[in-house]
């Protein structure tokens, strides 16, 4: 709480006058923390000396304060704005305030950016975040700067739009100390500018841009105490931008490279990385002759001691270097070059330089290898080199004198070389950087990013740091006079009265360095005296600047000088500020490696004046007078100079950008991640000038608030009467004029109002105690209610307790009752079923006799009338049997007479026609061809057909002839009989007969007992089967109830478990197929803009190649072409031959499918040829036989039999499965029928049919066995030989005759027991079979009687109104059932009957084509009479046939594609049937697929194709149009599949559509080739839905308030002045929720009308959804100013009126719902409590579908709107990352927003006939001919 009654000072500081009362939060200093909190204890009043206070930790402390001692101490800020995203929207603004506010973003929410005014400070974390992904940059493009949290991004991004908008140069600053992360701030902001700003063309410019980064680590960056990469060197990148704002080029320039570290480096520090680099690769083979060794053994690069970073892998990071060289450019002889240059240094290092005796001259010590290596790698010569290391050159004005060095002057002029050398080469890479960095074209904006040290001091400060404090002296000006400017265009904007600022001007202090006769003149002067030295220069320094207030001198030292920067005070040691401004290097040293033979190390030293040196001449010629050599005039410049120099080319370019600023801060120096020294924090917050800001800032009105905002946040201070009126403005300043009575400390501007430092704080004080006064009348109203609600609980309960009691004791009593009353009745109950017992059992026995005497009776009648029975049907089947025989005798001889008469005249005919054929003359016979060959055929297998006919006529005589003798035979054999009574054998034969009639008796006997056996069997089988049917019930049941429990246990495991991860697969491997099509659509848009350019290019002068005029889709065709194959019809003939017609069918085109058929049939005329031929032969063979029985008849007769034998297996066999058939009715009908009775009906008729079959199978069986005796008989008979017929060789074979017949009976007789046998057999297994068809039947019942049980029942519960519709809905789904059956029997015949069809089509159309060959030799009179006929038969089958198809010439192609995709637009066929394009384009598919025109099938969908794809170019923005195409190209697409005549497309159709299916053509490639475009039209549907709604996104779900007055409102601080924002009085353009449902309602009212599958616009709502949820959580989760409780119900409220629209437009099952998860469950955790152990783990139970870093950044981030709420502790955070410990998710923070689900196009036929599409005249297509009736409009 806030208790305070004093008035802040400027600064918002400490307090001036007024007292201070208890419980008042303060800051006070503190020599270890820098300043400590702490709480008033005791009232302060003015003039008191002390100031009572207790610490955090309880310690009390009495604070001095007075004029003399302290001031009173700095106030703390309430704990609502602590945290906050910029240091000036606190409250108070003072050094406590934004120290205790940096560390507690740093520390508490990991945040390491924080804005300060115009200033983005950046922590360095020492650690790698995940925020600088490719998601990140996508989320900050294009937002204004103060509507994320504080980013590097953001600032390049507000850099990025204020170029493209107010089109001027922008600079963004990076400057800090060394290991504050500078170069990595700025990398990243070069990262943000390649990516949002990325080349157009192919030169990959922004890959060159960041390609230079690990170039300039490796040379300039090494090793300090302080960071393992610092940068010892400036630079500042301009990156060039075209007019539409694209990288085009960039260029570099460096300021202050650090030489000295080349040859000394302090204690654990490093050379620059390069050295390591190479050392570490030293292995290499291109490497060997470099001579290298490890970096241990080279003095340049073993100084520090400690040659390897921590984590670092230098040969690594050197193929990253030799990576970027080659990217940009650098050859590899150039690289080769370089690396010899940096090997010769480190070899230079090395050399030994020995001191002679006297000990004013050295030497190198003979065979030095360093020297050879040096001299080797560099090209010059050694004895020169090593002479002039060891000796100068003097020269005066009239001669030149060569003197010795000591051995430490060596040294210096050793390393001076060194670092000559590495300079050289550090500004020969930057030079050949920017030379790969530059573009011709015309740069017209650009962005400098620089990249310099911060301000340093040391223990030991030499030139250096003097350079570095020099330039952030000139940066901290510049940076002053910026933000005063601003703070000042502020001001004058919003017509705020103000008055100069009096703020710090370090101009004197440049003055001192840089002015005539400053720091940097006398030190320019001192080194052009010839023995000038430092001391001297310090005694001028002193005495020159003795008395100006920003020099002193030391009181220890005469060496040094104190300089009071702006920062610090820094005192420098003059030790070695000559030598390193003069940067002497001799010049006979340089003139040796400008002479090198190597050109690159002649290059780097050659002056810009200097001419190329002869290498022709190798004669030296010395001048007879030495004349010294001029001295450069750029050698004469020092190194202070240049500096000076290029410093202000610097700021002049800076001043003539828009600056942004990033001051990065070094947290510790030990190099620990997340761990804050406040003592480092405060000096580097000094040095970069961010509390200067905030002076500034402090000195005005720090904190402002726009109108609306102070409305939103204090409406609760205001009247009800001022709530309700329009002008809010005027309400604002009614309440503050009302609130705070000083009007000074408030200003009204034109949009915001202005408040003094700490008047926000009692704003927010007022607040709190009307919020306070306000929860305590709602406590005080609860509690009330909540006794009140106890009481009548109470009150409830005693009521209740009587009750119960009184009842109690009532059902007492009633029960007493109930047991008198229940006695007597069992007393009477007992006694009736004891008598009824008795008379039951007597009834029982009665019953019993009664029935065992009347079954006696019955089956005596029974058996008698069996006997009657089978007596009649004995005779029955005798009679009929002779009666059959005698007919088929009559049949047989008529038909052998026709048989013989009709060959006749077949054989006379026949030679008739051999006799013309003959006689016809060659060229007819080439005309008729086919069609004669064909007429052959038919006749020929007519004769063989009547042939066969005749033969089995002759046949049937021939045995009616030998039945005819064998019955006079007979009647012979009886009349000798009666002739001789008497003899002997006759009574034998007859006996025998008796005995064979006995046996015939035994065996019917026999059968009688085995069909009595049968049927006790099969009452005992039935018996059986019943009870194992009732077992079988029982373990159904069992089983069915184990089941039942089984799915239940594994349906929800297994089944998800499974489905999940298929469709995981599916959806990888469609996600898969998605990109690859996305990538190809890419790549032909691609080609197609660079066609458009080579087509405009046409119009330039000079030479230019042509495009090529086909891609991959734009092609005439996909098939293979038609005259090749053609060409190779006989080896296609050979491959259909070796693989069948199915196998080649998949590879060849439609025309040899057609060539295929005529060969098989020309192979079938073939085959059915020979044949004929065979049986002419065998027929003439039988015509030249005698007709007098021989063998040779009787082989005839056998063949006959066997041939009719055959038959009649057949046609038993035939039987059989039509008895099966029968079977299998009678079971399903008995499933389907629902009346028992008619299933009884059903069953009868069934039953007696199949008695009837069994018996004509018995009458069959009966014809084999008589055919076979006849055979027999046959054969024997046809073994005799026939001789005389005399008495008495008639005599003489009575006796074998006899004997043979009686043989022959016995063997019929064991034929027909074997027969009877046989069907006994048989019929024993027919019983089985209606066995098992009556178990099956009476299963099937009774599961028909369980359904129909559940009906009633089910019925019976049912309304009256509700049955009616069971019933009907019940009578549909039958005659449904019955229609499909139906139809799939139609389908059948109709697939059968387009076989045949088809089959015969091809043959008439190659018997056309041979036609057609053989009219070529007519005469003209015959080829019109046969075109006229032909024209006369297409023009018939077109009426007949050509339905539902529209007819077009070729020519009017193009004015078809140009009419109907072209030039049409949505709104012109918005009345007509939707997807109308789509159909007339089928619809001419299908007529050129029926006159069989492949070209014209081809050209029409190639063109329709490409047409598409142009028009989609051209309106790749609008909706509307690409909606309308994708659902006229997924309706071509089904209308493909659905008229294939596949039959799994086939199914859904009407017969009519199946009339319509394409006859000739398989157009699979071309669904394929349409199913990709409308993948590739469906993802630029949902990139341009996208693009619409994703600037709504973020305003209408976060920002809107659909619940009015819930959101608070806190204040923003200085981001609200962004120059990026819009100023206007009306403020931005915001969306609200309805706006957004109201375009995704026009979405999909758009798609619906269209004719969109329903499925499709299901999968575009749920990639919109996804793309809503995205955007939405990672702007959640990168603003601090919006997570909150409020944000969190508003966005609960705003997703359920996503789901709500989503039912309302029948898409909840498109799984569109389930991608808001993510954002449901953020808003679930903003509200939910999060104090104790119990809310973390049901936090991580609930946020299922967030990422362990997503549930800890909005903890982090979650901010109280008051202090109701409480903040987050970051005890409970660890506790929650805890718990989540064991999850794997991915490493990411935000969602991906560019990520597409896997769409699928599902196959939905149109219940639209074709012949019922009406096309409207307004389209003009009346060059279309309907081929069809047409319907009636």
């Known amino acids: 709480m806030w208790s305070f009654f004093w008035e802040p000072n400027p600064t918002g500081g400490s307090a001036e006058f007024g007292w201070v009362l208890k419980l008042t939060r303060v800051w006070v200093p503190d020599p270890d923390d820098v300043w400590k909190a702490a709480e008033i204890t005791r009232d302060y009043k003015e003039g008191e000396a002390v100031l009572h206070l207790q610490l955090e930790d309880g310690t009390p402390l009495e604070y001095q304060v007075g004029p003399k001692a302290n001031a009173l101490p700095f106030l703390r800020n309430p704990d609502i704005l602590v945290g906050e995203n910029d240091l000036t929207a606190l409250s108070y603004l003072h050094e406590p305030a934004v120290l205790h506010n940096l560390r507690v973003r740093f520390l508490e929410s990991n945040n390491i950016y924080t804005y300060c005014g115009i200033v983005l400070v950046a922590i360095n974390p020492y650690e790698q975040l995940q925020i600088y992904g490719e998601e990140v940059i996508t989320a900050y493009s294009g937002q204004n700067m103060g509507d994320m949290d504080p980013h590097i991004f953001a600032v390049a991004e507000e850099a990025y739009k204020q170029m493209a908008r107010d089109e001027k140069n922008q600079s963004i600053i990076v400057s800090g100390e060394s290991g504050a992360g500078k170069t990595v701030s700025a990398k990243y902001a070069m990262r943000y500018f390649a990516t949002v700003g990325g080349s157009s063309s192919d030169a990959n410019v922004e890959e060159k841009v960041l390609a230079s980064n690990p170039i300039m680590e490796a040379i300039g960056n090494a090793k300090t105490t302080r960071n393992d990469n610092s940068s010892r060197f400036g630079k500042y990148i301009q990156i060039g931008f075209s007019r539409h704002y694209h990288i085009i080029g960039a260029n570099m320039r460096t300021y202050l490279l650090e030489k000295s570290r080349i040859v000394f480096q302090a204690e654990d520090e490093r050379n620059y990385h390069i050295f390591y680099q190479l050392c570490a690769s030293a292995s290499l083979p291109e490497f060997k002759d470099l001579s290298l060794m490890s970096a241990e053994d ?23 270097t030799r990576e970027a060289f080659t990217l940009l450019g650098i050859k590899e002889s150039s690289q080769s070059s370089i690396f010899k240059i940096m090997a010769s240094i480190l070899h230079l290092g090395n050399v030994e330089i020995v001191s002679e005796r006297d000990g004013e001259s050295c030497h190198i010590a003979r065979n030095d290898v360093h020297l050879q290596h040096f001299c080797r790698l560099l090209g010059v010569e050694l004895k020169q080199m090593d002479h002039w290391l060891c000796h100068r050159k003097l020269a005066t004005a009239s001669e030149t004198f060569v003197k010795t060095m000591s051995c430490q002057q060596a040294v210096n002029a050793r390393n001076a070389l060194a670092k000559h050398v590495y300079a050289h080469l550090f500004d020969w890479i930057v030079e050949h950087i920017n030379k790969a960095l530059h573009t011709s074209t015309k740069q017209h904006s650009f962005i400098g990013v620089l990249d310099i040290y911060g301000f340093e001091t040391f223990e030991v400060n030499s030139f250096e740091q003097f350079c570095i404090n020099y330039a952030n002296e000139k940066l901290q000006q510049q940076f002053n006079s910026h933000v005063f400017k601003l703070e000042q265009d502020e001001y004058m904007k919003e017509d705020i009265p103000w008055t100069l600022i009096d703020f710090y001007d370090n101009q004197p202090c440049i003055d001192l360095i840089e002015a005539r006769l400053g720091i940097l003149d006398l030190l320019d002067e001192e080194c052009k005296v010839p023995k000038g030295t430092d001391q001297n220069w310090a005694q001028k320094l002193y005495k020159q600047h003795s008395s100006s207030g920003h020099f002193q001198k030391p009181r220890m030292s005469n060496t040094s000088f104190i300089i009071i920067h702006f920062a610090d005070k820094v005192e420098y040691q003059c030790e070695g500020f000559l030598e390193k401004n003069r940067d002497t290097v001799y010049e006979e040293q340089i003139n040796i490696l400008k002479a090198s033979e ?49 410093l ?15 001051r990065c801060i070094k947290p510790n120096d030990l190099k620990e991640a997340f761990s804050f020294d406040s003592r480092r924090a405060v000096q580097q917050l000094r040095a970069c000038g961010v509390l200067e800001t905030i002076r500034i800032s402090a000195a005005g009105y720090p904190s402002r608030w726009t109108y609306p905002d102070f409305f939103s946040r204090y409406w609760v201070l205001m009247r009800k009467s001022d709530l309700m009126s329009a002008d809010k403005k005027q309400v604002c300043k009614n309440l503050l004029e009302t609130l705070i009575k000083e009007p000074d400390m408030f200003q009204f501007g034109k949009t915001k109002i202005f408040f003094r430092a700490g008047q ?181 297998m007519d004769e063989q057909s009547k042939e066969l006919k005749t033969q089995n006529e002759q046949l049937v005589t021939a045995n009616a002839s030998l039945g005819s003798e064998v019955t006079k035979l007979q009647k012979q054999l009886e009349q000798i009989r009666s002739q001789q009574p008497d003899g002997g054998q006759v009574e ?25 056996e049968h049927s006790n069997e099969k009452l005992s089988l039935s018996q059986r089967v019943e009870k194992l049917e009732a077992e079988n019930t029982l373990l159904k049941a069992e089983k069915d109830e184990l089941n039942r429990r089984i799915q239940q246990q594994a349906k929800n495991s297994a089944a998800e478990e499974s489905s999940a991860s298929l469709e995981t697969e599916l959806n990888q491997l469609r996600e898969r197929y998605q990109d690859l099509i996305k990538e190809y659509s890419r790549l032909e848009l691609r080609y197609d803009n660079l066609k458009e350019e080579m087509a405009l290019s046409k119009f330039q002068p000079g030479h230019h190649r042509n495009p090529s005029n086909q891609s991959s889709l734009g092609s005439d065709s996909n098939y293979p072409s038609v005259d090749k194959y053609v060409g190779e019809t006989e080896d296609l003939i050979n491959q259909v031959d070796k693989g069948g017609v199915e196998v080649a069918a998949t590879d060849i085109s439609l025309v040899m499918k057609l060539l295929i058929r005529v060969r098989e049939l020309e192979a079938e005329r073939k085959r059915l040829q020979v044949n004929l031929e065979k049986m002419e032969e065998l027929a003439k063979g039988k015509g030249l036989e005698p007709k007098t029985p021989t063998p040779d008849v009787a082989t005839g007769d056998q063949v006959y039999n066997i041939i009719k034998i055959q038959e009649l297996e057949t046609e038993n066999k035939k039987l059989k499965n039509d008895l099966n058939e029968l079977r299998k009715t009678i079971a399903e009908r008995a499933s389907q029928d629902g009346s028992s009775n008619e299933l009884q009906d059903g069953y009868n008729l069934l039953l007696s049919q199949l008695k009837s079959v069994n018996e004509e199978l018995d009458a069959w069986k009966e014809e084999v066995l008589i055919l076979r005796t006849q055979i027999v008989s046959n054969a024997e008979k046809n073994s005799e030989p026939n001789e005389s017929e005399e008495d008495g060789g008639l005599n003489s074979s009575k006796e074998p005759l006899d004997k043979e017949e009686a043989l022959k009976a016995y063997h019929g007789l064991c034929e027909s027991k074997k027969l009877l046998e046989a069907q006994l057999q048989t019929q024993t297994r027919q019983h089985r079979d209606e066995l098992e068809a009556l178990h099956t039947q009476i299963e099937l019942l009774k599961d028909d ?47 059968n009957e387009r076989k045949l069809r088809k089959q015969l089509r091809i043959y008439m159309k190659k018997v056309q084509e041979l036609e057609a060959q053989a009219a070529a030799h007519d005469v003209d009179q015959n080829k019109d009479e046969k075109n006229q006929m032909i024209r006369h038969e297409i023009t018939i089958r077109k009426n007949k046939d050509f339905k539902g198809m529209l007819e077009y010439l070729k020519e009017d192609e193009a004015r078809l594609i140009k009419t109907l995709i072209t030039d049409i637009r949505p709104s012109t066929v918005s009345a ?41 170019k051209r309106n790749n923005d609008d909706f509307e149009m690409i909606s309308f195409w994708l659902a006229n190209s997924s309706r071509l697409l089904h209308c493909l599949k659905q008229y294939s005549g596949e039959e799994a497309f086939m199914t859904q159709n009407t017969p009519k559509q199946n009339e319509h299916c394409l006859k000739n053509f398989d157009l699979a490639e071309y669904r394929q080739i349409l199913s990709d475009l409308s993948i590739q039209i469906y993802q630029q549907l949902i990139k341009v839905a996208q693009g619409i709604i994703q600037p709504m996104i973020v305003s209408a779900m976060l920002e809107s308030e659909s619940i009015p007055s819930l959101a608070g409102v806190k204040s923003m601080g200085y981001r609200n002045r962004s120059s990026s924002m819009d100023t206007d009085a009306d403020g931005p353009t915001s969306y609200t929720l309805q706006g957004l449902i109201r375009q995704l309602s026009q979405f999909n009212s758009i798609m619906r009308d269209h004719g969109l599958d329903p499925e499709v616009v299901g999968q575009v709502a749920r990639q919109l959804f ?168």
Request: one cysteine or more; proline letters at 4%; a positive charge.
């Open 298 to 320: 080279f003095t340049y690069t073993s100084l520090g001691d400690n040659i390897f970073i921590e984590g670092v892998n230098d040969a690594d990071d050197f193929k990253k």
């Open 598 to 646: 190597f050109q690159l190390v002649a290059d780097l030293f050659q002056d810009k004046s200097d001419a190329p040196p002869s290498k022709a001449s190798k004669v030296n010629v010395r001048p007879l007078k030495t004349v010294p050599k001029v001295p450069n005039k750029e050698h004469r410049k020092t190194v202070g100079h240049q500096f000076r120099s290029s």
């Open 648 to 662: 202000h080319l610097l700021m002049d370019t800076l001043n003539a950008t828009t600056p942004h600023y990033v």
């Open 760 to 940: 926000v704080a009692y704003l927010e004080k007022l607040r709190t105690d009307k919020f306070r006064s306000a929860c305590i009348k709602i406590q005080k109203t609860v509690r009330g209610w909540l006794q009140r609600i106890r009481y009548h609980r109470v009150r409830r309960a005693a009521i209740a307790l009587q009750r119960y009691g009184r009842g109690y004791l009532a059902r007492r009593y009633a029960e007493f009752l109930r047991q008198n009353r229940a006695a007597l009745i069992c007393q009477k109950q007992y006694r009736m079923v004891r008598e009824r017992r008795e008379f039951l059992r007597i009834r029982r026995a009665t019953v019993t006799i009664q029935a065992y005497a009347r079954g006696m009776f019955t089956r005596r009648i029974f058996w008698e009338f069996m006997l009657h029975h089978k007596a009649m049907l004995i005779q029955k089947h005798v009679r009929g049997w002779l009666q059959r025989k005698k007919f088929r005798r009559a049949l047989d001889a008529a038909i052998i007479i026709q048989c013989a008469f009709r060959r006749m005249q077949a054989k006379r005919q026949l030679k008739q026609l051999k006799i013309e054929a003959r006689s016809v003359k060659p060229p007819e016979k080439l005309n008729t061809g086919m069609e004669n060959k064909i007429v052959q055929l038919q006749r020929k």
């Open 988 to 1012: 034998s034969l007859q006996e025998e007969v008796e005995r064979l009639r006995e046996e015939l008796q035994e065996a019917q006997a026999h059968r009688k007992r085995m069909e009595e």
């Open 1345 to 1391: 009687l369980e359904k129909k049980q559940e009906l009633l029942n089910y019925m019976s519960a049912l309304s009256p109104e509700a049955k009616v519709d069971y019933t009907v809905q019940q009578e549909l789904t039958r005659l449904t059932n019955s229609n499909l059956e139906l139809k799939g029997m139609v389908e059948k015949m109709e697939k």
């Open 1472 to 1512: 007509t049937v939707p997807c109308l394009p789509a159909y007339i384009l089928f619809m001419c598919i299908r007529h050129a697929d029926y006159i069989n025109d492949d070209q014209k099938v081809i050209s029409l969908l190639t063109s329709s194709i490409n047409a598409i794809k142009k028009v989609l």
């Open 1666 to 1833: 996804h793309c809503i949820n995205a955007f939405t959580l990672n702007n959640l989760l990168l603003r601090k100013d919006i997570c909150s409780w409020s944000t969190g119900m508003q966005l609960r409220y705003n997703t359920s009126q996503l789901e709500e629209w989503l039912r309302a437009n029948n898409l909840f099952q498109s799984k569109a719902s389930a991608t808001l998860e993510p954002i449901i469950q953020a808003a679930q955790l903003l509200q939910v409590k999060k104090k104790t152990s119990q809310d973390a783990e049901a936090i991580c139970s609930l946020c299922t579908a967030l990422t362990v870093q997503q549930i800890v950044k909005i903890l982090n981030l979650y901010t109280p709107l008051n202090e109701f709420e409480e903040r987050v502790t970051v005890s409970f955070i660890r506790n929650v990352q805890s718990v989540l410990q064991d999850r794997n998710d991915p490493p990411q923070l935000l969602l991906d927003t560019k990520h597409t689900f896997p769409v699928l196009f599902p196959y939905a036929p149109s219940a639209l006939g074709l012949e019922a599409v009406h096309i409207p005249a307004s389209l003009g297509l009346d060059f279309l001919v309907r081929s069809g009736p047409a319907p009636s409009d």
